[in-house]
């Protein structure tokens, strides 16, 4: 393996994290409360509401249906105009937020769905409103849930930055892509395969211990 | 006194795929202050239905609920929140939140009514204290056991000053042990607070244990309410009867055989009644079963026995009960 391939793994390695860190983040700053807000506006819950529910219900199905690689191309004008590229790591965050947004607030309504309907019921009996009742009982009570989930969706969106590689994003993905595989080059295949294995094996570990640590019943 | 809760005919329907379920077919009753108000019936009853709507976790379908004289339905949301403060409630399942830690859970109540941290905390330790439980502070709910979280969810109902605390089958996950524990509490409690308290259960031990009065709920009627003692020497309604006395597992041993069942109350319990019908006529009568019970101190009981075959002893023997006033009903 030649020097420059192996400084452009080492930037790829790096441009992954970026991609996956930003996407993440980005994705769960809309998500999240998206995901709460599908939670409490379903059926039977505290913030009944079918309209609301059915709308974003709907969107979310739909950007989770479309195949990842369809949405990165249908979104090239899109990314364009809020940064004003459409290739490379920066422009790459935008479609991976974009695809990560409805996963997350799935995620996010089953942890929220799995807590106890008596939790709820003793906020309500203390004369808790539903937003106090979701912010300080049902939110708290799903966090183990939650960030085992978010482990989940980070690793989600390290394998999805890893597909931008084809519209010209960077990261490891792009290079398995041009080095190893147009080029047939086995061996930075292999070492591109294998880094992005073990960054999502991190990120799963660090996922499930920071969840068993807050996860006190 | 004063009235805590005035219930007038309350009706409550479910309506569950276009099917209508009645669990509650107007029922009207009072809960007086500072009494222990016991509300029992079998499961399924409406019981549980009954005391959600007494801080409108469910609203009445028909009727009013009215809590020291408002009606809960008239209430707008903030309004009944702010009522909801006064009306603490426990649970059979607990309801503690498993990520919190115990003092964490009883500040709960506290931080709802923006009391300052400080405050709260101070508060919350003279609750866990009362409880019995301040040690176990900065536990989590999944290391204690059934009935140390019961008590926890005692001192979070009680942190915020109540004036009622229902009790929804607080102690039916419980052992007898413990449930005895828990009840001697709420006495406790019902008496240094001067807290109105009420519990519903399906058991009839916890009624007797603590209630003053009870009220009988049976498919969605109100079929008996009265002091306890009263309703426990002399039930009137089927579902009363069932409830004091559990069915009897004996069966009489010839197949024309008459048994018949005796109780007894207070000043009765003490005198020898069988003895004395053997001594007096000679009569010889079977005893198929009997237990006696402690309600407020005085000894209830009832037996059941079989009579002998001449009709003549019979009536000779149930005369005998009946002159020295004990209750004779026939069982078969």
């Known amino acids: 393996m030649s020097d420059y391939i192996k400084d452009a793994i080492i930037t790829g390695v790096w441009e992954t994290f970026i991609m996956t860190f930003f996407a993440s983040l980005f994705s769960y700053a809309v998500g999240l409360p998206l995901g709460v807000v599908l939670y409490s506006t379903s059926k039977g819950r505290l913030l009944e509401n079918r309209g609301v529910n059915a709308v974003i219900g709907t969107i979310v199905n739909i950007t989770r249906s479309l195949p990842f690689l369809i949405l990165l191309v249908l979104l090239i004008p899109f990314t364009r105009a809020i940064v004003g590229k459409s290739i490379g790591t920066t422009a790459a965050i935008v479609p991976l937020t974009i695809g990560a947004i409805p996963i997350v607030a799935r995620m996010v309504e089953a942890s929220l769905s799995e807590v106890q309907p008596g939790i709820i019921e003793a906020a309500t009996s203390m004369g808790a409103s539903p937003l106090y009742t979701i912010i300080h009982f049902v939110i708290p009570e799903a966090m183990p849930s939650l960030l085992q989930g978010g482990a989940i969706n980070v690793a989600t969106v390290l394998g999805y930055s890893a597909m931008a590689g084809v519209i010209g994003g960077g990261g490891l993905g792009a290079i398995a892509l041009q080095y190893g595989y147009y080029r047939y080059d086995k061996p930075v295949l292999w070492t591109t395969v294998t880094l992005l294995i073990i960054m999502v094996m991190l990120i799963q570990e660090f996922g499930i211990r920071l969840s068993k640590k807050h996860r006190k019943a | ?332």
């Open chain 2, 1 to 332: 006194m004063e009235n805590v809760y005035e219930l007038n005919n309350v009706y409550k329907t479910y309506k569950n795929d276009g099917r209508e379920f009645t669990a509650l077919k107007g029922v009207s009753l009072e809960v007086k202050e500072g009494e222990i108000f016991g509300i029992i019936g079998m499961s399924g009853a409406g019981k549980s239905t009954l005391v959600r709507t007494l801080n409108r976790l469910e609203e009445v379908t028909s009727g009013t609920v009215s809590f020291y004289g408002k009606d809960l339905a008239a209430l707008k949301p903030a309004e009944l929140r702010e009522v909801r403060h006064s009306i603490s409630m426990i649970f059979q399942g607990f309801n503690l939140l498993n990520q919190r830690t115990v003092i964490q859970n009883v500040e709960q109540s506290l931080k709802i009514i923006g009391v300052p941290r400080v405050k709260r905390r101070k508060k919350a330790e003279q609750m866990l204290e009362i409880v019995g439980l301040l040690e176990k502070c900065n536990e989590y709910p999944a290391r204690l056991s059934g009935g140390q979280k019961q008590r926890v969810a005692i001192a979070r109902a009680l942190a915020a000053d109540p004036k009622v605390l229902l009790c929804d089958e607080a102690t039916s996950a419980l052992d007898p042990k413990i449930t005895g524990e828990i009840l001697d509490l709420l006495k406790k409690i019902n008496e240094e607070r001067k807290l109105t308290i009420i519990i519903i259960t399906h058991e009839m031990a916890v009624v007797e244990k603590i209630c003053d009065r009870v009220a009988i709920i049976d498919d969605g009627n109100l079929a008996e309410i009265g002091d306890v003692k009263e309703v426990f020497s002399n039930p009137q309604s089927k579902a009363a009867k069932k409830l004091v006395f559990p069915s009897n597992p004996f069966e009489a041993s010839h197949p024309d055989g008459k048994v018949i069942r005796l109780v007894f109350d207070g000043t009765q319990s003490s005198v020898p009644f069988i003895a004395n019908l053997v001594e007096k006529t000679g009569i010889k009568v079977n005893i198929l079963s009997a237990n006696t019970k402690s309600v407020g101190g005085i000894g209830y009981g009832q037996m059941i026995v079989e009579l002998p075959e001449s009709q003549k002893e019979r009536q000779t023997a149930i005369d005998f009960f009946r002159d020295g006033g004990l209750s004779v009903t026939e069982v078969s």
